[in-house]
């Protein structure tokens, strides 16, 4: 059973087109869920982690909210540039050591 | 500052070979993770180190090795290639206050076992 479930999988959007990714987790004693962008050919870069329910991070067009249950990543007026793969991450604690498990990903196509 | 580097960016191997893949990172971080991502699947966690002479098993170590002798380094070792092995590798590390500023990846080697 997946532990951490991002959707939709694909997400085409015109140039200025708002629009949300989900990251829906399952994982008990959250210790910070993550979001990361990952280009073709490149390995993930990150971008915000959130550690408690109600909390917000922005950067640039990208606002990242965290519930009890889910995450959003709001992409407000988009250009072509924002088109990448976005994966969600958790960080949850196995073995004693806290680890990252991550979604499959929202692949983002923006459309000048 | 270099971050995370790996070696080789691209590989070809066959059936029963062997190989390591390198990783190296100059941040000073006592974490330092593999994971494999294959497409149209999240990035999976092979082996895991929390310091020099430190490492355990993620969630799909079966066929690979890695050793921690340094702090900088955290090769991954195939023994056998198999075709089920073919994959993108990312190396990752972090500072052990946490993930607060992300875990930082490197550029990923992409193996192909033929």
């Known amino acids: 059973e997946d532990q951490v479930t991002q959707s939709p999988e694909a997400l085409r959007l015109q140039e200025g087109e708002s629009s949300s990714l989900n990251c829906s987790y399952t994982?008990?004693?959250?210790?910070?869920l993550f979001w990361y962008r990952q280009d073709p050919g490149k390995g993930p870069e990150f971008l915000f982690t959130?550690?408690?329910a109600g909390e917000e991070k922005e950067k640039e067009r990208l606002k990242a909210t965290l519930t009890k249950k889910e995450s959003f990543l709001h992409i407000t007026a988009p250009k072509p540039e924002d088109s990448a793969t976005y994966l969600c991450?958790?960080?949850?604690?196995?073995?004693?050591?806290?680890?990252?498990?991550f979604g499959k990903g929202t692949k983002l196509t923006v459309n000048p | 500052n270099a971050g995370v580097t790996q070696t080789p960016k691209f590989r070809i191997l066959k059936i029963g070979q062997s190989m390591t893949l390198q990783c190296a990172q100059d941040?000073?971080?006592?974490?330092m993770y593999w994971y494999r991502q294959d497409p149209g699947m999240g990035l999976k966690l092979i082996y895991y180190?929390?310091?020099?002479?430190?490492?355990d098993k993620g969630e799909v170590p079966n066929g690979y090795n890695v050793s921690r002798s340094t702090t900088e380094d955290f090769p991954l070792r195939l023994e056998l290639a198999a075709p089920s092995q073919t994959s993108v590798y990312f190396c990752?590390?972090?500072?052990?206050?946490?993930?607060?500023?992300?875990?930082?990846f490197g550029s990923g080697t992409r193996l192909t076992v033929v």
């Open positions: 990752a590390s972090r500072p052990w206050t946490g993930g607060a500023y992300g875990y930082t």
């Open positions: 994982v008990s004693g959250l210790r910070g």
């Open positions: 959130l550690y408690s």
């Open positions: 991450a958790v960080q949850e604690l196995q073995g004693g050591s806290e680890k990252l498990v």
């Open positions: 941040m000073n971080h006592n974490y």
């Open positions: 180190s929390v310091g020099a002479g430190i490492t």
